[in-house]
């Protein structure tokens, strides 16, 4: 091995450098062996046009149903392969999901079929009321309440579509590109010719690469090509990934016939309806690739693989929304092209693994997304505090410097409520040890923290300095619970930030009591733990791809050997999520009963919803950047991970005043808060900042604060649903094509919120989009604008303090609006009301709370209530009402939890909620002034001040009439209503 001192130094650079995307790092398509192949087989196809004929066919006289009806088995084979056979399994779960599975029967080794283990929450539960019949040419099932669906499976060639009221909606095969490769041995050299590549061209793809063709006479070749191309080593750039296993790829296609649009399969820096890779835009000439990766200073608009991996798929359409969830660990290379506007066609090919495939039916959405997370689970309820602002740097360099920072924050008034601390913190970035030079007292930094309600969150990454004193590197390697080099013996050595580094394998069960004991804040006899730290500090695991300096693009060598004899082909994709799995769980575990954990994860995998936040990486300072972050976070919403965001500031560069401004309008909107910078960035807290710029982000700042309650309430709503929380136009608008391309705008869950940051320099104007025909109120202003049912644009003011925020009419918001430094000070304050009726009077809205940190809420301590302003029939007037949905759905609180325990006088609501009260209504868009306004059962007045303006109603739009209520002294738990007449 050579010495860290030049490897080091090559690490530094590679990181540190401040030129652009490396594009060299990385493999392009053709540049990767199995890719290759994949595409030279769906351009054969295509060259053959309509004579192309897949060579899989299921043998009629296999098709067996088990007893009780509901999973379908038969053997498959390639016509092309005959010796091999592969099995394939069809079932249809309870909600109409249904599961493709294939995989090669008695083969020389076994493909990795463990992903769905991974990922899912629990084996889905078959339904057993389905009925398949065989015919000549297929067995099929139809299904669903109304016996709309049916899934096919025709025999020869196989073909599998699922269908909706006869129109077919996911088609597996209809291009007839599905291909397992089969385990073989290697052809001995003797019977091949080895010749050196040819030069490459000067700039063509692949140069650089010093690659081996093994030419060989092959009579069956098909998806292989006229060779045998990279079937058992390969090399890339001075890395040979020595391929002990042999080719293993799988090739698949998957048609949305009746769906022009798809979305999905974060991540990648690009818009949210995914872009054609098989067209003419030259920066989307390679498939979307799925291989969790430390890109340096990535493209703003590109299918590269960024850090992590959703294989999931939406397609929509005017009528109908249906998804795929290809549950894959392995690298995937994903085309997306479209044969006519209405249909859209996918080629995926992955490396390794068993054919794993989820057909999500819908027919909407929300149907999509109910089936996805009854497969992986809910996004988790976050602890309240996490919802706040996020202060971090690459580096805060001592504790003294956290102290100083805060003690600015709370100078100048501006509410934020976590301190990061980066790799800097630790000795040798040997993590879980400070740097007792710079922070000698981290137990008193965090309480100086804590006592103004805050919380620290520290950086634990996967990489374990091989030193004989650190003891985590220690024990793992005496637990035997380090990564394999492909020897299998032994520990992988790789370089990361503290150089000669190995890694822990988390796939290892005895890894997992051992990684939860770390984080331990009290002694544990002939354990080591972390007794310098407290229950205030939080963790974030980053370069968990895993970032290898000086590994294959910049991550581990896929010959690596895992638990259980799996090469680290096989689950590159998931390994970053057991790591921030593992340590969510012992996060969780400090205290007894558990309290919930904050962990923020750069790399992840389907089902990393349940463990935390994500953010997307390392941006750059720039204006495209910023907004192409927006569309990354609305992607990974679709991927069921809402908890998400991007660097506040961009990490790389100094942004100028505007951009910073603008920066925070964008951050506050995303779910996840978070400014923070680069080690060589210049110090860029708000607090730094001149006038103007300097009020209108502590402006920003208080607006996230004051509408917590509305992102809370939009979490809950989350952990349940599994809905996004930031909606696009197509979720809220699904039959309106002329919102299907938009995503520079959109919806905070339901609670009628709609946002359209700017993310362009100089602007001081925007446009924002209006799918409906109805009234939608300035947030600031309360202008009111009025919408088309055609879809209508308008233009409004946005001036470097002007964020496009408008309230949909018909909704009710709750706000907390007294400033304060941290949100735990503002659990006991009142809440503001704000009605803003819609086009026919109405509005509704709700409100979800708890204690924010303890698992409690799931026992039933919270407080749930739906607000509801109507005019009742017959009557006049306008009453706004407060209701229990505690006790009106409870198996639908929280978190998925079926409630028999709920009960109104819970602790939460008698103890924290008690005495708060709405401090204050304000209805916008009444059509007059009332002549009175009284809570209902009491002949008081309430104190109020009535503005006029444009009626809710009046298509005219303008300043509309607002009534404001003052303390009508109602609280927030209880039943009440305010009758305006
Ligand atoms: C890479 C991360 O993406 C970045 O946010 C962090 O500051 C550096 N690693 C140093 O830990």
């Known amino acids: 091995m050579r010495s860290w001192s030049f490897l080091g130094v090559l690490a530094l650079l590679l990181v540190n450098e401040s030129s652009a995307f490396k594009a060299h790092d990385f493999k392009t398509c053709s540049q990767s062996g199995f890719c290759r192949r994949g595409r030279a087989l769906s351009a054969r196809a295509k060259e053959a046009k309509s004579s192309w004929v897949s060579p899989y066919s299921v043998d009629p006289s296999s098709v067996h149903i088990s007893p009780n009806q509901a999973v379908f088995t038969a053997a498959v084979q390639s016509s092309l392969y005959p010796d091999i056979k592969f099995g394939l399994e069809v079932r249809i779960q309870d909600d109409g999901v249904a599961r493709v599975r294939m995989d090669e029967v008695g083969g020389l080794r076994k493909r990795y079929d463990e992903a769905a283990a991974w990922a899912l929450i629990s084996e889905p539960v078959v339904s057993k009321d389905i009925k398949w019949t065989t015919g000549k040419k297929d067995t099929r099932a139809v299904y669903g309440d109304k016996k709309d669906i049916e899934v096919v499976v025709a025999h020869q060639p196989l073909r599998i579509p699922l269908l909706r009221n006869g129109k077919e909606q996911v088609v597996i095969n209809g291009q007839g590109l599905l291909h397992m490769e ?81 979305y999905g399969i974060p991540q990648h820096a690009t818009r949210l309806a995914l872009p054609t890779t098989t067209g003419s835009d030259p920066a989307f000439t390679d498939p979307y690739r799925l291989y969790n990766s430390d890109v340096f200073e990535y493209l703003a608009s590109s299918p590269v693989s960024l850090y992590g991996s959703i294989p999931l798929m939406h397609a929509h359409s005017t009528e109908s929304t249906v998804a795929v969830f290809h549950v894959v660990a392995s690298e995937t290379w994903i085309d997306v092209s479209h044969s006519s506007e209405k249909s859209t066609e996918t ?47 690459w580096n805060y360099v001592s504790s003294d410097d956290v102290r100083t920072v805060q003690r600015r924050f709370d100078e100048d008034d501006m509410p934020v409520d976590v301190f990061w601390l980066d790799i800097e913190y630790s000795e040798d970035h040997k993590y879980f040890m400070w740097k007792d030079k710079t922070f000698p007292d981290p137990v008193e930094m965090t309480n100086d923290v804590a006592v103004n309600g805050r919380k620290m969150v520290v950086i634990v990454d996967p990489h374990l300095k091989r030193a004989q004193d650190y003891p985590a590197f220690k024990q793992a390697s005496e637990l035997g619970i380090l990564v394999k080099p492909n020897s299998g013996q032994g520990e992988y050595e790789g370089w990361c930030w503290p150089g000669s580094s190995s890694w822990t394998d988390f796939f290892n069960p005895a890894a997992w009591d051992w990684w939860k004991s770390l984080f331990k804040t009290e002694e544990t006899p ?181 509408l917590l309650p509305v992102w809370y309430t939009a979490f809950r709503e989350t952990t349940t649903t599994g809905m996004p929380i930031l ?211 009491s002949s008081e007045e309430l104190v109020w001040e009535y503005t006029s303006g444009v009626a809710s109603n009046e298509k005219k739009g303008g300043k509309a009439s607002v009534l404001v209520i003052k303390d009508p002294k109602v609280l927030v738990r209880k039943d009440w209503a305010i009758v305006i007449q």
């Open 182 to 262: 089969h385990f073989r041995n290697k052809i001995e050299p003797a019977t091949s010719t080895e010749e050196p590549a040819p030069e490459p061209e000067e700039g063509a793809e692949g140069s650089g690469e010093s690659q081996t063709v093994l030419k060989v006479e092959n009579p069956r070749a098909w998806f292989e090509g006229d060779t045998e191309d990279a079937l058992f080593e390969e090399t890339f750039s001075s890395w040979t990934d020595s391929k002990p296993k042999g080719p293993e790829s799988l090739s698949l296609d998957i048609n949305f016939p009746n769906h022009g649009t798809v």
């Open 347 to 393: 080629h995926w090919v992955s490396e390794s693994g068993i054919l794993d495939t989820f057909l999500l039916p819908g027919p909407t959405a929300e149907d999509v997304f109910k089936q996805y997370t009854r497969l992986t689970g809910t996004p988790v309820l976050p602890a309240h505090w996490s919802l706040g602002y996020h202060q971090c740097r």
């Open 526 to 706: 002939g354990k080591w733990s972390w007794t310098k730290s407290t229950t205030d500090i939080h963790i974030w695991n980053d370069m968990n791809e895993p970032s290898v300096f000086n590994g294959p693009e910049i991550t581990m060598p896929k010959d690596n050997i895992h638990y259980g004899g799996w090469e680290h082909r096989d689950i590159h994709n998931i390994n970053g999520m057991l790591f921030s799995n593992l340590t969510y769980q012992a996060v969780a575990e400090r205290t007894d009963p558990p309290t919930r954990p904050f962990v923020l994860t750069r790399a992840f995998y389907a089902g990393s919803q349940r463990f935390g936040a994500m953010w997307t990486g390392d941006n750059l300072g720039t204006w495209e950047h910023m907004a192409v972050g927006v569309k990354m976070v609305l992607a990974n919403g679709l991927g069921g991970l809402s908890f998400a965001g991007s660097d506040v500031g961009g990490f790389f560069g100094n942004p100028e005043p505007e951009m910073l401004v603008r920066w925070y309008q964008v951050g506050a909107f995303a779910p996840f808060f978070r400014a923070h910078a680069h080690i060589d960035t210049k110090r860029r807290e708000p607090f730094l900042l001149d006038e103007p710029y300097k009020g209108i982000v502590k402006d920003i700042l208080r607006l996230r604060y004051t």
């Open 727 to 937: 909606r696009p136009q197509f979720i809220m608008f699904p039959k309106d094509k002329a919102g299907f391309e938009i995503d520079d705008q959109y919806y905070i869950g339901s609670s009628g919120l709609l946002v359209k940051p700017v993310t362009e320099k100089d602007v001081r104007e925007a446009k924002v989009y209006l799918a409906e025909d109805q009234v939608y109120y300035d947030y600031f202003t309360n202008v009111a604008h009025r919408g088309s049912a055609k879809g209508k644009e308008i233009t409004v003011p946005a001036a470097l303090d002007q964020l496009p925020l408008f309230i949909r009419g018909g909704s009710i918001l709750a706000t907390r609006e007294r400033p304060r430094r941290a949100s735990s000070l503002m659990k006991r304050d009142p809440f503001t009301l704000r009605v803003a009726l819609d086009k026919s009077g109405s509005a509704r809205g709700e409100l979800y709370l708890d204690d924010g940190v303890s698992y409690d809420h799931i026992k039933g301590d919270f407080v749930w209530r739906e607000f509801v302003a109507e005019t009742k029939k017959g009557k006049k007037g306008l009453r706004l009402s407060s209701v229990d949905l505690g006790k009106a759905k409870p198996q639908e609180a929280v978190d998925g939890v079926a409630l028999a325990t709920y009960n109104p006088q819970n602790s939460f609501a008698e103890s924290v909620l008690k005495d708060v009260r709405v401090e204050k209504v304000v209805v916008v868009g009444l059509s007059a002034k009332p002549a009175s306004v009284k809570v209902e059962g």
